[in-house]
């Protein structure tokens, strides 16, 4: 019983004794054995379950060089497909809703398909518009990139199992920084007032009561409410000159 030498006597003593506090022991070490087996099964089942979502989750994805949809003279790859899908599957997970589940497959496929034509007409208009991205701004977000990364060889490595190589990134740092202009002048959002703020603090408070938790003071709020009714706002208007693009666009969807 735990670090001693045995003589003969306290040995034989031992066995006597498991009826006694040595049985208390015994049940102790039994117990920890039956809660480090159940953690280590809840483990195994979580992992499970993960890799079965992964997989789930990849096989919503096409083939990468299938035709998605042509917008215009512009063909969506099954590669553009996926990487929009991606973020709509993670967007959904992270407000708790499965985007592998048979009700959702339908609303995520649609929703993907949405984002990419919406996205590739802004583009398109943005090109007609004269809007152009300069070398120096794509080697600026670039190095931003790159800071998140201890090494150039993490990054490559982090590129590589993305599925991207470096002219498709710099495609879509230039795609990203276009649409970026276009949107703040083309698509301008109105200033947020401090009625609109005042109200949706009061909004969260409200939920707050009737959930019991307590509510940060309307100063400390005010930037992130701010910040969500500018994207709220900005989002609306998006979907607006989506709307009116398309009245005038040649869109046919393949999937």
Do not use: W
């Amino acid at each position: 019983m735990k670090k001693m030498m045995f003589t003969l006597i306290a040995g034989l003593l031992a066995v006597v004794l498991v009826a006694c506090g040595g049985n208390e022991e015994s049940k102790e070490v039994k117990n920890n054995h039956k809660a480090k087996t159940a953690a280590t099964d809840q483990q195994k089942e979580q992992q499970k379950q993960m890799e079965e979502m992964q997989k789930n989750l990849e096989a919503q994805q096409i083939d990468e060089k299938k035709t998605v949809a042509k917008v215009n003279d512009k063909e969506i790859l099954g590669s553009d497909y996926n990487s929009a899908l991606a973020s709509i599957q993670g967007q959904m997970q992270q407000m708790g809703q499965d985007p592998t589940s048979k009700e959702a497959a339908e609303q995520v496929k649609n929703q993907t398909i949405e984002s990419l034509v919406g996205q590739t007409l802004l583009l398109q208009e943005a090109d007609i518009k004269g809007y152009k991205v300069s070398e120096a701004d794509i080697n600026k977000q670039l190095d931003e990139l790159k800071k998140q990364f201890k090494t150039e060889k993490e990054f490559r490595a982090a590129l590589k199992k993305s599925g991207m190589d470096m002219e498709t990134l710099e495609t879509q740092i230039a795609d990203d920084i276009k649409l970026k202009q276009y949107v703040e002048k083309e698509v301008p959002v109105s200033e947020i007032t401090d009625e609109e703020i005042q109200k949706t603090y009061n909004q969260y408070a409200e939920q707050g009561k009737s959930t019991g938790q307590e509510v940060p003071k309307l100063d400390e709020l005010k930037p992130q409410i701010e910040q969500s009714l500018k994207q709220q706002k900005q989002q609306e208007k998006l979907v607006q000159q989506i709307k009116k693009l398309k009245k005038n666009a040649k869109i046919d969807i393949k999937i």
